[in-house]
Antibody, heavy 122, light 108 residues
């Protein structure tokens, strides 16, 4: 079955960066766009952007442009999201979520990884 | 940015009752450009409904979606114990993709 596996947690200091991984299995990794969505504690969902694993093209929400980089390693079917210049406002669970349509972004998300809690604290 | 406002914030119902959750958009959304997700505590969201009214794979028939323009609805015809969770709507009409703030469905 399709699975997206993420590390459980990361702790970072303000000003640092974090790189979250998302290992995919059960499908052809390069066939589906991968999205990243975050959720601050007790809050709603915020879409950050997508990467096309086939070629590496990216599209970021304007809020994160200049501060986020999404990459992938097709040899190990893994997508990455790196966020720079962290502040306490970046404390959140970061999810990867596969697009539902092969070949182009349909912009529905299914399935989701289990999430990585990134805590930014001095 | 399209702002999605969900109501009510919290809905208290009993198993077997009908649940009606609302999602209102700040501007008109293309008919097939709204989805609903369910999130249980400590879990990732799960896609329930896409293209306004299509159930995702494995989603029971008691879940249905409807609406157009700026007003959309998720209906759960007869609540099961496992349906008590937080529900989010999401739009893809305009960038950035955005979500509502959620409706918590709790047991009365």
């Amino acid at each position: 079955q399709v699975q997206l596996v993420q590390p459980g947690a990361e702790v970072k200091k303000p000003g640092a960066s974090v790189k979250v991984s998302c290992k995919a299995s059960g499908y052809t990794f390069t066939a589906y766009y991968m999205h990243w969505v975050r959720q601050a504690p007790g809050q709603g969902l915020e879409w950050m952007g997508w990467i096309n694993p086939n070629g590496g093209a990216t599209y970021y929400a304007q809020k994160f442009q200049g501060r986020v980089t999404m990459t992938r390693d097709t040899s190990i079917s893994t997508a990455y999201m790196e966020l720079f210049s962290l502040t306490s406002d970046d404390t959140a669970v970061y999810y990867c979520a596969r697009d539902t349509l092969a070949g182009r972004p349909d912009n529905w998300f299914d399935p989701w990884g289990q999430g990585t809690l990134v805590t930014v604290s001095s | 940015e399209v702002v999605l406002t969900q109501s009510p914030a919290t809905l208290s119902l009993s198993p077997g009752e009908r649940a009606t959750l609302s999602c209102r958009a700040s501007q008109s959304i293309d008919t097939y450009y709204l989805a609903w997700y369910q999130q249980k505590p400590g879990q990732a969201p799960r896609l329930l409904i896409y293209d306004t009214s299509n159930r995702a794979t494995g989603i029971p028939a008691r879940f249905s979606g409807s609406g157009s323009g700026t007003d959309f609805t998720l209906t759960i015809s007869s609540l099961e114990p496992e349906d008590f969770a937080v529900y989010y709507c999401q739009q893809r009409t305009n960038w950035p993709i955005s979500f509502g703030q959620g409706t918590k469905l709790e047991i009365k």
